[in-house]
């Protein structure tokens, strides 16, 4: 059931609310594709990462609300897409539900999972991009870069960064990260 070669079943939101607890999965085009568990730099970065943006939105005391995985985020009203972005922000309150975040978040936030780096690259970035999330970042810690795709309406923009440089938010007039400021151990 959690592959996606071949699979002639299609998969809704049902299904996937239905998975077993210890299952981590997301589904895309109504297959699942099975989530391995994080390693230990994937979560020192998600967690670093988290805390500037965390604290830069607390302070500036917007809408905006930043969530970090296991989050489900329901791209479109179709049931068979739902994603579990390392990090989502979503300045949109009211795409917000009990299950998570219904619609696309405005700034999503992926770190690369050495197992399957085709999925965050391609598959979810054109998922993200055509579901009208405005800025998506790729954070790669086996390469130390990060590719920063921006996707308004009148504009599309793709930079690369590595871990020693600061990035500017685009969609926030005033928030840099400073990759340089996360040790990792």
Same mark, same amino acid.
């Given at each position: ?19 077993? +607890? ?17 390693? !230990?730099?994937?979560? +020192? ?32 009203? =179709? ?26 978040? =405005? ?36 390469? @130390? ?14 930079? @690369?960064?590595?871990?020693? +440089? !600061? ?19």
């Amino acid at each position: 059931m959690l592959h996606a070669v071949a699979q002639a079943q299609s998969y809704t939101e049902e299904d996937y609310y239905n998975l077993p +607890e210890t299952v981590r999965a997301e589904l895309i085009d109504g297959q699942f594709y099975a989530m391995a568990a994080p390693s !230990r730099i994937h979560q +020192e970065l998600s967690g670093e990462l988290y805390l500037m943006i965390g604290n830069y939105l607390k302070k500036s005391g917007g809408a905006c609300r930043i969530f970090s995985a296991p989050f489900a985020v329901k791209l479109f009203d =179709d049931r068979k897409h739902i994603v579990e972005p390392d990090i989502s922000i979503i300045c949109d309150r009211s795409k917000l539900t009990d299950s998570g975040c219904s619609g696309a978040p =405005d700034w999503i936030i992926e770190i690369v999972s050495p197992g399957n780096p085709g999925h965050d690259y391609v598959r979810k970035l054109n998922l993200y991009m055509d579901a009208g999330v405005r800025e998506y970042w790729i954070v790669d810690p086996k390469k @130390q870069t990060v590719l920063v795709y921006y996707f308004e309406k009148t504009a599309f923009d793709v930079r @690369q960064y590595t871990f020693q +440089e !600061r990035i500017k938010v685009n969609i926030y007039d005033d928030l840099w990260i400073d990759l340089r400021e996360i040790e990792l151990s």
